[in-house]
DNA sequence: TTGCATAACTGTAAAAATTACAAAAATATT
DNA sequence: AATATTTTTGTAATTTTTACAGTTATGCAA
C-alpha cells in the first residue's frame, strides 16, 4: 500500500496537509464524488476547509493526470479517481453511476483519422438491474 | 429530403416558427453548437428571438429524441443533431471537436452486468492531424 | 368574424456552479 | 529571526441554466 504523501511527491504534488485529506477521501470513497460532495464530507472533520480549496485541488490532481474529470448528465462536474479503464454506466431512471468494467482492449487504436489517441471514454446509458427488478409500473 | 415541418410533427412536436428555424439551424450547421451558438447566429435575421426559447426548444428537441446532448469539456452543453452512430474526438490541444463513424458495431450488447443498455457514447480525445502537422513545437 | 381557451414566446429575475482575487496563514529559505 | 514563496481561505464576480409571469400567437366554437 503506498503511502498517499509518497503519490504526490511522485507527481510532483507538495503534500499539503488539505491536499492529503482530499486524495486520501478520494481512494476510499470512489463515489465519483461532485466538488460539493467532497466538501461536504470532509469539512465534518476539518472545519476550516475551504470550498475553493477543494476546486483548487480538485484542478491540481486532475492536471497531474491523478483525477479524471466525469461527465454525469448532472449540472455538477463529478471525478474519478479509479485509473484503471473502465466504463460507466448511468440509470436514466434512479440516477445512479455505475463503473463496469473493460474486459478485452476494445479500444487500443493509435490512431483514428490520423488523429492520435490518448483517452478513451465509453459511457453507456439505460436502466439499471435494480430498476430493473422493480416491477412497480 | 423530408419537410422540417413534417419531422417534428412525426415526433409530436407543434411546428412552431421558432422550432422550425432552430431545427432547419441545427441540421444545416452541424457543429455541435452551444445554446449561445445557436441564438446568436438566428438572432441575426430573428430579433425577436429569445435566448429562453432557444435553451426550451433544444430541451424538447432532447426529449424527443432528435436532439443529443454533448458534454464536451467546455462549460457549456453543446448539441448534436447526427442521429447516426458515431464517435467524439476532441483535440486537447485546439478544442476542436470531431465525429467519427462507427463503422463496426463495437456495441450491441442489450446488456451488461444485468443492466438494459439504451445508449452509448464513445469519446476519444487527444490530439489531432491539424495539431499534429502544426510541427511548431 | 368575434370571443375564449390553450399553447408558445419573451424578458427579467433567480439559482447554481465555477472562477478570480486579495488577504491571511503556513512553509521554506537565507 | 527575517524574508520569500507557497498554500489556503473567504468573498465577490462571472457564467450557465432555470423559473416565472406577462404578452403574444394560435386554434376552435359559436
Known amino acids: 500500500m503506498k503511502k498517499t504523501k509518497d503519490i504526490l511527491e511522485n507527481n510532483g504534488i507538495n503534500p499539503s496537509y488539505q491536499r492529503l485529506i482530499i486524495y486520501k477521501y478520494l ?27 477543494v476546486y483548487n485541488t480538485v484542478k491540481l490532481f486532475c492536471e497531474k493526470d ?13 471525478y474519478d479517481i479509479n485509473t484503471h479503464d473502465h466504463m460507466h454506466f448511468k440509470c436514466t431512471k434512479c440516477g445512479k453511476l455505475y463503473d463496469i468494467n473493460l474486459e478485452n482492449n476494445l479500444f487500443d487504436y493509435d490512431y483514428i483519422d490520423n488523429h492520435k489517441i490518448n483517452y478513451v471514454h ?16
Chains 1, 2 share one sequence.
Open 122 to 137: 465509453i459511457g453507456l446509458k439505460g436502466i439499471c438491474k435494480n430498476c430493473l427488478s422493480d416491477k412497480k409500473d
Open 27 to 53: 481512494k476510499e470513497n470512489q463515489i465519483h464524488p461532485s466538488i460539493d460532495r467532497i466538501y461536504n464530507d470532509l469539512k465534518n472533520t476539518n472545519p476550516t476547509l475551504s470550498k475553493t480549496t
Open 66 to 78: 491523478l483525477l479524471l474529470r466525469l461527465h454525469c448528465d448532472d449540472k455538477q462536474m463529478r
